[in-house]
């Protein structure tokens, strides 16, 4: 197929996480959004969890208000979330799973095992406006639940395959990455729009870069990491050019 422009989501949590190591104001996460946008970031994403961990309420409202750019509003499917997606009205609403005493988002949601549940809360984000993504395993399975869930977009995880190769598992990062391209390509022929994301780092973006279907990828925790050496607008137009690189091999 012929490729499209990959778009970046940076993901700003981690901004949040350092101000709320001391309470108080500072790092500002909007600032860092400024600064994403300066560097061309295609879009801002942040995670409001259920334990406020990062992302606060006022952050998401300041975020809607202040910004220009798209926000992916990533969110729990539940009531209380639910209620604050449809009032904030996000550009796109990404429905993750949850557990309080995770560190970061482990698995994909399971669209299939949870479609009762599901169903309702994509309609009334879908109604609201917002576009409804679901992040997920690149599983067949996964992504034929995300077809009947009437789901646009689904956002695959990298995570495992990005851990296999800082483990330096090659092989086994090897085959996850052959599972993440078919996962995209047999979600792009159902006609999803298709995203991927977590753990990404400029050692493994280029290779997720070059799978044709996807449309955007998300990456926070790298980004916010990398700034503290060389600044978040160089951390990012890096991330660029790696993602860039990776693109050109999929033509
Ligand atoms: N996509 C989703 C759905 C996520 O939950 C996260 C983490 O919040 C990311 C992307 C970004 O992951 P990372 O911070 O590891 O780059």
Redesign the pocket.
């Known amino acids: 197929m012929k490729s499209q422009r990959l778009r970046l989501g940076v993901?700003i949590?981690?901004v949040a996480t350092i101000r709320n190591a001391r309470g108080g104001a500072m790092p500002d996460p909007v600032r860092a959004a400024q600064a994403a946008a300066r560097a061309g970031a295609d879009g801002i994403?942040a995670?409001l969890r259920e334990d406020r961990r990062h992302i606060s309420d006022a952050d998401i409202e300041r975020l809607s208000r202040e910004i220009d750019l798209p926000l992916n509003f990533?969110m729990a499917a539940t009531p209380e979330m639910l209620e604050i997606a449809l009032k904030a009205k996000p550009h796109a609403a990404?429905i993750?799973p949850e557990k309080r005493e995770e560190r970061?988002?482990e698995g994909g949601l399971d669209a299939r095992g949870q479609h009762n549940q599901l169903a309702p809360i994509v309609a009334e984000l879908a109604d609201n406006g917002s576009r409804v993504s679901l992040?997920i395993e690149a599983d067949r399975a996964q992504l034929d639940a995300a077809v009947s869930l009437g789901a646009p977009v689904v956002?695959l995880?990298t995570?495992r395959y990005?851990d296999l190769h800082a483990a330096g598992d090659l092989s086994a990062a090897a085959s996850e990455l052959t599972r993440i391209r078919d996962a995209a390509r047999y979600g792009a022929s159902l006609g999803l729009e298709v995203h991927a994301?977590?753990?990404?780092a400029f050692e493994t973006v280029a290779d997720i870069a070059a799978i044709p279907e996807l449309a955007e990828l998300?990456?926070?925790?790298?980004?916010i990491g990398e700034a503290i050496f060389v600044g978040l607008e160089a951390a990012i137009a890096e991330m660029r050019q790696h993602m860039t690189l990776g693109r050109a091999r999929a033509a």
């Open positions: 993901n949590d981690h994403t995670h990533e990404c993750v970061t988002t992040f956002e995880h995570g990005c994301g977590h753990g990404l998300n990456i926070g925790h790298f980004l």
